[in-house]
Structures are given as structure tokens and as C-alpha cells.
């Protein structure tokens, strides 16, 4: 096994979620020309959260900060503006894909913002 393989197989057993990925693809005859299209479902993954301490105080309230990242193979193609809904730790949250993915040979990394109107 190469070295590479090596690598990729730690990162993977690292993976305690599952996610499903949602795209909006174009649809003649629609209003909105859109329609949600399930690309994939139950894909091996993991969410790391990284929180900035003292949050940002504004005129009404204290805002604070988490970036939320989504690690998963390569091979899966997430594209900015997806839908991914995130079961980890019997907790499932849906999220928004907020950025282009950092693809590497071993994982991809994919920026998550919260979904709006989620409960």
C-alpha cells in the first residue's frame, strides 16, 4: 500500500457522520427554474468546529463567531450553494455549502454556514 493510501485510509476512519447533499439544478417550466436535486446521501464524514472566543459586540447584541468545516472524500462533488444536512453525534443540523471545496488527494474540506430557518 502507498504511502498515499496510508494517509487516505487514517482520514477516512476519522469520518463519524454521515451527510446528504442537496444541488438546486436548473428546470424549464418552473418559476423559479429550480428544482432541489439529492446528489448523494448517507456519505461517510466529519464536521470540526472552530469557535473565536469573546464574540463581536454590535449596537444590539454580542455575535459569535464558528467556522464549521465538512471533511469527505475527494471523489464527492460539493458545489458552492448546495444544501448538506449533517448527522454526527446523533445531532443533525443542516448547513449551506459557503465556498468552493479545498480538494486534496487524502479529503476535501468544504466551508459550512448555517442553513437559514432551520429548527
Given amino acids: ?10 482520514v ?10 442537496t ?4 428546470q424549464e ?5 429550480t428544482v432541489p436535486m439529492v446528489i ?7 464536521l470540526s468546529y472552530h469557535s473565536f472566543p469573546g464574540g463581536k459586540q454590535t449596537d444590539t447584541a454580542t455575535v459569535a463567531t464558528q467556522n464549521i468545516k465538512l471533511f469527505l472524500s ?3 462533488e460539493v458545489k458552492s450553494g448546495s444544501e448538506i444536512v449533517v448527522t454526527q453525534n446523533n445531532v443533525t443540523t ?13 479529503h476535501q474540506e468544504v466551508e459550512l454556514t448555517l442553513k437559514d430557518g432551520w429548527v
Fill in 29 to 33: 417550466g418552473l418559476i423559479n427554474n
Fill in 74 to 76: 475527494p471523489e464527492i
Fill in 94 to 106: 443542516a448547513y449551506k455549502a459557503s465556498g468552493v471545496p479545498a480538494i486534496y488527494v487524502s
Fill in 1 to 10: 500500500m502507498s504511502p498515499l493510501e496510508l494517509i487516505r485510509r487514517h
Fill in 23 to 26: 444541488e438546486f439544478r436548473s
Fill in 12 to 21: 477516512e476512519s476519522l469520518y463519524d457522520g454521515k451527510c446528504m447533499i
Fill in 40 to 46: 448523494g446521501e448517507k456519505i461517510p464524514c466529519r
